[in-house]
């Protein structure tokens, strides 16, 4: 395709792809990005100097410049839209076709959508997946496995609501350029989705719902509610028809959650503890800040820690406060077709997570596996019964001050050999799949995302910069991780069998070795990993 409207499509046109790259969707894409995109780059700059403030030495805190917003008793955001008043459990998952239809099926009350840490942004995915969503809007969508079980929506009153997880604003899309410079990912995963999927999903009596990735700022928070005016306006969509969840998953964030939803207040859905994305950014904000900020190794840091308590009961005291709602955590397990004993032990921990959860207040928390479904949705049942939610569930008896936030030397746990192995072993099989087009990744009985790789990394990366010596063995080094490295590719090879591609594991190994053992820190391993796909 030439450039349309000043855009140029770089990707293959795929099958029925011109559905979704209209001239008009890809006119609002290009308005968007000429409009808001040196916001988006001001507002990039803006992470890079905060970083750098903390790399200083200086510690976050609650912003004086918008305390009057935080002590403002008196603003609420917007009633709960249609659809999503009852959110007690939601499901997370990738636009695929099957994946699509389980996720609608699952008995699940919301469907994450997910364009992001759950999908790779390969061409074929961002544009199957929109065709996709559409499809099921539509109830044009079905699909049978290579071993001939097919799949069907059930009637659309048993269906889960879609919300859809764009890109977050670190991203761009490589393939859309709009007067020669690449298109923010974000941007377009809302701008033609929201073009071709609005309507319908008004016509559904919802609207088109967002959950909101990665975001450090109340101010960046304010460009996508900026956004949302503009494309409302565009399509003749009343203002206020857009809702979206933001998700607290980056710890400059939570500092600021009134201001969040202050921004976003008549199109606000609430917020979400995103835990796992959380505990990446805890690391790489602090990565160079010494001991004080360094994290027991991954599996041993639990909802329970100090610093995590701290966020999430500060998250269901301000959504509340507000009228809105407080999502919970992700539960990752995915049940053993073989072993029994595996999901006893696990159904006892998704349990005890999400009973915390709705005892501490929060309105619903996700899965990521339809088996999840019962358990989620019942101990929410038991909390709620017939209400929709419990933001009526006040906590005045929380007092959250910044230094409960920061308290990472309080985490219990420890650094072993064992865990630098997990980071690898999971890593290594995370990334050849992301590098394979899946983003969602069935690791150990867990579904993994980008986050697991993140964390990995970056726990490796502040263990070689702070000269940590494992609990039961050697000080991390280069040759250390190397060699791990180089063994547990033979453990997953041994595994795996014929699954085993080795094109794509030694592209994970070169990228895992990049992220994890250069001087330079990338912020984000999906910027590089981007760059190596087509």
Partial sequence: MGATHGVEITGPLNDRFDEILTDDALALVAELHRTFESR?????????????????????????????????????????????????????????RKMTINALNSGAKVWLADLED??????????????????????????????????????????????????????????????????SGGIVDFAL????????????????????????????????????????????????????????????AAFEMDEILYELREH???????????????????????????????????????????????LVKTCHKRGAHAIGGMAAFIPSRKDEEVNKNAFAKVRDDKSRESGDGFDGS?????????????????VLGDKPNQIDKQRPDVEVTAADLLAVDQTPGGVTKAGLRANINVALQYLAAWMG???????????????????????????LHN???????????????????????????????AGYDDGLFEQAKELFTEVALDDEYVDFLTLPAYERMP
């Avoid at 559409?134 to 799949?151: C, N, V």
């Fill in 193 to 252: 989705y929201f073009f071709h999927s609005a309507q319908r999903q008004i016509a559904k009596g919802k609207g088109p719902y967002f959950y909101l990735p990665k975001m450090q700022s109340h101010l960046e928070a304010r460009l996508w509610n900026d956004i949302f005016v503009l494309a409302q306006e565009r399509l003749g969509i009343p203002r206020g028809t857009i809702r979206a969840t933001c998700l607290i998953e980056t710890i400059p």
């Fill in 268 to 314: 606000s859905a609430g917020l979400n503890a995103g835990r796992w994305d959380y505990l990446f950014s805890i690391i790489k904000t602090h990565r160079t800040r010494g001991r004080r900020f360094l994290l027991p190794e991954r599996n041993a840091v639990t909802m329970t820690a100090p610093m995590m308590r701290a966020y999430t009961e500060l």
């Fill in 467 to 497: 000269d940590v010596t494992l609990d039961d063995g050697p000080k991390v080094t280069a040759e250390l991780v190397k060699q791990i490295i180089a063994e547990e590719l033979v453990t997953i090879r041994e595994s795996l069998g």
């Fill in 118 to 183: 759950a999908n790779t942004p390969l061409w074929e995915n961002m544009i199957q997946g929109q065709l996709n969503l559409r499809d099921a809007l539509d109830r044009e969508i079905d699909f049978t496995s290579p071993q001939g079980k097919t799949y069907a929506l059930k009637e659309d009153a048993e269906l889960a609501t879609i919300v859809v997880r764009p890109r977050g604003w670190h991203l761009d899309e490589k393939h859309i350029l709009v007067d020669g410079q690449r298109a």
């Fill in 40 to 96: 988006r780059q001001d507002l990039l700059a803006a992470r890079k100097t905060l970083e750098a403030r903390v790399a200083a030495g200086e510690d976050l805190d609650f912003l004086p410049e918008t305390k009057h917003i935080r002590e403002d008793d008196s603003w609420k955001v917007a009633p709960a839209a249609p659809g999503i008043a009852d959110r007690r459990v939601e499901i997370t998952g990738p636009t695929d």
């Fill in 437 to 463: 087009g899946n983003g969602a990744v069935a690791i150990h009985n867990l579904m993994e995302d980008a986050a697991t790789a993140e964390i990995s990394r970056s726990q490796i990366w502040q263990w």
């Fill in 366 to 382: 996700w899965v990521a596996h339809p088996d999840l479904v019962p358990i989620c949705r019942e101990i929410f049942d038991d």
